[in-house]
């Protein structure tokens, strides 16, 4: 027994004796990576635009129209606020840009879905042509789908509706290209149980296929209400009723030929861009785990 605990004793001696890695003696002098003293300075000057919005929607207009120009206000304001809210439709031009994003998030998650696993898994003539069509009129500059899009709208009677704003956004050639790269980077296997256990093909991309995808998923909804939520150059174009008018749209009304009103439009652009931050902050793990593990970088 002393001999075993001889050699215990020794044994404890050499771990304690093991020099630490270089790794962990940076980790002892520092609670945070090297790199954050890169990334914190990066962080500061991209964040500085949005907190300087903020700081001017609580100014009033004689101050921000001040010279020098002042960073932080004075005295904290609501006319723009107010203005913002009480002498135009923005309630009525969040309610439209809401009713867009959410079908438009909607149908992207059920279309897309459903076309880029039909591109991954099944197999019928034409699948490599259709889908490098599909992918292809990414490079097409959206002016030139302007006036043929608006005389389409045009014969079906959607112009100047709120259906002129959502109908583009029912589907887009990216996000069935990112569903299709997911469910090529699933493994394969795990449909071939569920084909043996007998289930149908939709069956197999309903109850396996659907719920591993949720990463994807999250990451094409964040995309698809960014884009939605943010359109101004095709609703502006389309809809010239201001009942039907989106956020972004509504924002133009501020600006003059000859006079901006800078408070309320800063206003209206904290208001705009709220929701799209806390949309991003809630998928931000989702959007990361696809971008690793379908392999898109950007």
């Given at each position: 027994?002393?001999?075993?605990?001889?050699?215990?004793?020794?044994?404890?001696?050499?771990?304690?004796?093991?020099?630490?890695?270089?790794?962990?003696?940076?980790?002892?002098?520092?609670?945070?990576?090297?790199?954050?003293?890169?990334?914190?300075?990066?962080?500061?000057?991209?964040?500085?635009?949005?907190?300087?919005?903020?700081?001017?929607?609580?100014?009033?207009?004689?101050?921000?129209?001040?010279?020098?120009?002042?960073?932080?206000?004075?005295?904290?304001?609501?006319?723009?606020?107010?203005?913002?809210?009480?002498?135009?439709?923005?309630?009525?031009?969040?309610?439209?840009?809401?009713?867009?994003?959410?079908?438009?998030?909607?149908?992207?998650?059920?279309?897309?879905?459903?076309?880029?696993?039909?591109?991954?898994?099944?197999?019928?003539?034409?699948?490599?042509?259709?889908?490098?069509?599909?992918?292809?009129?990414?490079?097409?500059?959206?002016?030139?789908?302007?006036?043929?899009?608006?005389?389409?709208?045009?014969?079906?009677?959607?112009?100047?509706?709120?259906?002129?704003?959502?109908?583009?956004?029912?589907?887009?050639?990216?996000?069935?290209?990112?569903?299709?790269?997911?469910?090529?980077?699933?493994?394969?296997?795990?449909?071939?149980?569920?084909?043996?256990?007998?289930?149908?093909?939709?069956?197999?991309?309903?109850?396996?296929?659907?719920?591993?995808?949720?990463?994807?998923?999250?990451?094409?909804?964040?995309?698809?209400?960014?884009?939605?939520?943010?359109?101004?150059?095709?609703?502006?174009?389309?809809?010239?009723?201001?009942?039907?008018?989106?956020?972004?749209?509504?924002?133009?009304?501020?600006?003059?030929?000859?006079?901006t009103q800078w408070s309320e439009l800063m206003a209206g652009n904290v208001v705009a861009t709220m929701p799209l931050i806390v949309?991003?902050?809630?998928?931000?793990?989702?959007?990361?785990?696809?971008?690793?593990?379908?392999?898109?970088?950007?």
């Amino acid at each position: 027994m002393a001999f075993i605990r001889a050699l215990e004793v020794r044994d404890v001696e050499l771990d304690l004796d093991v020099p630490e890695p270089p790794k962990h003696r940076r980790r002892r002098l520092l609670p945070f990576s090297p790199w954050h003293f890169l990334l914190m300075p990066l962080a500061l000057v991209f964040a500085l635009p949005l907190v300087q919005m903020v700081l001017t929607s609580f100014m009033t207009d004689a101050e921000i129209n001040s010279f020098p120009p002042k960073f932080i206000p004075s005295s904290i304001s609501l006319t723009g606020y107010q203005g913002f809210f009480g002498d135009s439709l923005a309630p009525r031009w969040l309610i439209n840009t809401c009713i867009v994003a959410a079908i438009s998030v909607g149908s992207h998650l059920v279309l897309c879905s459903l076309a880029g696993y039909g591109y991954a898994r099944l197999k019928f003539r034409g699948r490599t042509f259709g889908f490098f069509a599909i992918v292809g009129t990414i490079m097409i500059p959206t002016q030139l789908l302007m006036i043929p899009t608006y005389v389409m709208f045009s014969k079906l009677g959607i112009v100047d509706t709120l259906a002129a704003a959502f109908v583009p956004w029912l589907t887009s050639a990216f996000g069935i290209f990112l569903m299709r790269q997911f469910f090529l980077a699933l493994p394969r296997e795990l449909e071939e149980a569920g084909e043996i256990d007998g289930l149908t093909t939709f069956g197999v991309f309903r109850r396996i296929v659907l719920p591993l995808a949720k990463p994807a998923l999250a990451t094409l909804a964040v995309f698809t209400l960014l884009n939605s939520w943010n359109d101004l150059i095709w609703p502006l174009t389309a809809i010239s009723n201001q009942d039907n008018f989106t956020i972004q749209v509504g924002l133009t009304t501020f600006q003059g030929t000859r006079r901006t009103q800078w408070s309320e439009l800063m206003a209206g652009n904290v208001v705009a861009t709220m929701p799209l931050i806390v949309g991003f902050l809630l998928a931000q793990r989702q959007f990361v785990a696809t971008m690793t593990f379908s392999g898109l970088k950007g």
